[in-house]
């Protein structure tokens, strides 16, 4: 038996997520369809995280054990050729019997488009948030910073989370800009059940003057999911790294 | 009466191009019935090129006539809510009243967009080429270079065009690259029909090594359409900058 790590990336907008679930199309499901189209049989896969409706992946990892024995570059193909137009085939390799994609990841990158024009754009509609006024991304660099380090983030979690530990720890929190197009990227252990979408939320809201830099760390402490910013629409998030080791620059 | 300069940008995926015909919408009835809710009035427009099918606009300008006396910032508010999400209004002016936005035109830039990667893209499929051979920049840059200059493009002209003198000036023709996006940039006094499809079907197969580089000059002489390479598909395509005055540096 084979271990396979396969991983995509994927256009978000039509998926209820990457988890199979019953009230929508997801990502898994696509993925099993190809894994029994190619393999001739239905695998158990494993995902390396639950996405959001919405959401996208520039990377995502995948697990599953499979009896197949075609080279891992002839199934990278066929995976693109049999996946939809909306989800592309990175790479297949075999992994260690014990890997599993989501419990064998050490960390993620989650980045966060922001379309940031007077006009709105005519490309980008679903693959970032249009935010009009101008963003200070000195001012939000400082803001960024503060989230950086091991934080209890309770504060920065949406209700109707199980999780009982909020601790978690970012190695990397950032915004840059290139042309019409800020980018919001935030490193981290884990991250929280839409925790990145309210930290993007919570820096726009230091753009508009409604919170300072320096409240952050207050902000943090209080664990007050009410004095963070309110939670940014899903169609800007990437999941855009997957993490199997840590960098020694963490 | 005012003559006004509406500058938008538009994701023709959806459109038969810009210029109103009966087999299809396109965007100047978009525009048409954008200044009719704004202003009132059905204007007469004046696009600045016939683009087609599946083409896009980075920058497309479109002149008309008109006695709304709104201000040219408003109007710009106002036309970037009405029109539909493919279509974003970047700017209104007011300008001279013999300015054309077709006639008054001394050049153009068009880009070309090709996703080069093994793997498509979920993200930019109606947007770039998918390409899967790696480009060879520097191979295909030495190529472009001889486009540039004034020559007869009759062999880079699909059949169909009813233009009599098909000499056009090419200042400039490259290619970059900017991760798996490969652009080719070709900026000229004019284009004839399908030209830089033509040409970007020629650089690829510069690419695959059925034309050197070095061919490129006797290709164009030979004003055969045959020996020039096939036509792009027009989803890779995007009008890029309209010029009103030539820059020095052409």
Redesign the interface.
């Known amino acids: 038996m084979r271990n396979l790590l396969l991983t995509i990336?994927?256009?978000g907008s039509k998926y209820c997520g990457f988890q199979v679930q019953n009230n929508g199309i997801t990502v898994a499901e696509r993925v099993q369809d190809a894994i029994e189209r190619i393999t001739g049989h239905r695998s158990d896969i494993k995902g390396c995280s639950r996405t959001d409706s919405g959401v996208?992946a520039n990377m995502f990892c995948i697990s599953f054990k499979t009896e197949c024995d075609i080279s891992c570059h002839r199934l990278?193909?066929a995976f693109?050729a049999v996946l939809p137009?909306?989800?592309?085939?990175?790479s297949v390799e075999e992994v260690d019997d014990d890997f599993h994609a989501r419990y064998s990841c050490v960390a993620k990158r989650y980045v966060y488009k922001i379309w940031n024009s007077?006009?709105?754009?005519?490309?980008y509609?679903d693959?970032t948030l249009h935010y009009p006024r101008e963003i200070d991304i000195e001012l939000l660099n400082k803001a960024a910073a503060h989230f950086v380090g091991t934080h209890d983030f309770f504060g920065f979690c949406s209700s109707g989370s199980s999780v009982v530990d909020t601790t978690r720890t970012v190695y990397d929190c950032h915004l840059s800009r290139d042309g019409d197009i800020v980018t919001v990227s935030i490193t981290g252990n884990g991250f929280l059940y839409n925790m990145v979408r309210i930290v993007v939320g919570t820096l726009l809201e230091v753009n508009e003057g409604k919170i300072l830099p320096d409240d952050i760390p207050d902000i943090i402490a209080s664990r007050d999911r009410n004095r963070a910013g309110s939670t940014a629409r899903a169609h800007g998030l990437y999941l855009d790294k997957v993490y199997y080791t840590l960098p020694e620059s963490f």
Chains 1, 2 share one sequence.
Do not use: G
């Open positions: 990336s994927y256009n996208h990278r193909r693109d137009e909306d989800i592309a085939a990175l007077t006009a709105k754009t005519p490309f509609s693959l």
